[in-house]
């Protein structure tokens, strides 16, 4: 039961262009949702991540937009860089006592053209 | 945020042997976690490590394949058992800094021949 969905697979994007990936959850419970990006041989590392209680968070390029009704937030980057070219799965967590979980997506491998 | 070194970053083993990845961090942390994430796959969670408690499995996993040690609250040991092919994939520890935020570690890439 996949309970994060996340779209799409693969994505090419042209180097100053916006990319966007979109995932879509189905547990009304979950309260947190973080992206992370991992580069070939890395760790997953912590990009950015928001609560329901906003519809819209934006560090530097990254920015999470969120729709509580329709169960789904994206990632957007703004001009895109061939820096950016990386794996990116988005991932939630339900309040559970200080033992809050991740599940992950199932990832969106990016690629930034020249 | 937080730094976690992993020892091996890699190995290859022979079926049927054991392993056992290091996952140290810089500073005291209450929860600690250990993912698989098979090539080219999103990450799963194998189990959750509490320092002084039994660690809790998630479905799937077993404690007779996966036994983890938490001895203090900077480190914790995860071992693959009996080690099989399917056991190939890189294992992720990663620790929880604020409520919901984990960090993971930089993960050890293990291929079973």
């Known amino acids: 039961q996949q309970q994060v969905k996340q779209s799409p697979q693969s994505l090419i994007v042209q180097k100053g262009g916006i990319s966007i990936i979109n995932c879509a959850y189905e547990?009304?419970?979950?309260?947190?949702f973080p992206w992370y990006q991992q580069f070939p041989g890395k760790g997953p590392a912590l990009l950015i991540a928001?609560?329901?209680?906003?519809s819209e968070k934006k560090e530097g390029r990254f920015t999470i937009s969120f729709n509580k009704s329709a169960k789904q937030f994206s990632l957007h980057i703004m001009d895109s860089q061939p820096g950016d070219s990386a794996t990116y799965f988005c991932?939630?967590?339900?309040?559970?006592?200080?033992?809050?979980?991740?599940?992950f997506g199932t990832g969106t491998r990016l690629t930034i053209i020249p | 945020s937080a730094v976690i070194s992993q020892k091996p970053s890699r190995d290859i083993c022979q079926r049927g042997t054991s392993l056992t990845i290091q996952c140290q961090v810089d500073s005291q942390v209450t929860m600690m976690f250990w993912y698989r994430q098979q090539p080219g796959q999103s990450l799963t969670l194998i189990a959750t490590a509490n320092q002084g408690s039994e660690a809790t499995y998630e479905s799937g996993f077993v404690i007779d394949k996966f036994p983890i040690s938490r001895p203090n609250l900077t480190f914790s040991t995860l071992t693959v058992s009996n080690m099989s092919p399917e056991d190939s994939s890189i294992y992720l520890c990663?620790?929880?800094?604020?409520?919901?935020?984990?960090?993971f570690g930089p993960g050890t890439r293990l291929t079973v021949l």
């Open positions: 990663s620790v929880e800094r604020a409520p919901d935020t984990q960090y």
């Open positions: 547990n009304t419970a979950f309260d947190y």
């Open positions: 928001i609560r329901p209680d906003v």
């Open positions: 991932a939630a967590s339900k309040p559970n006592f200080g033992n809050e979980k991740l599940t």
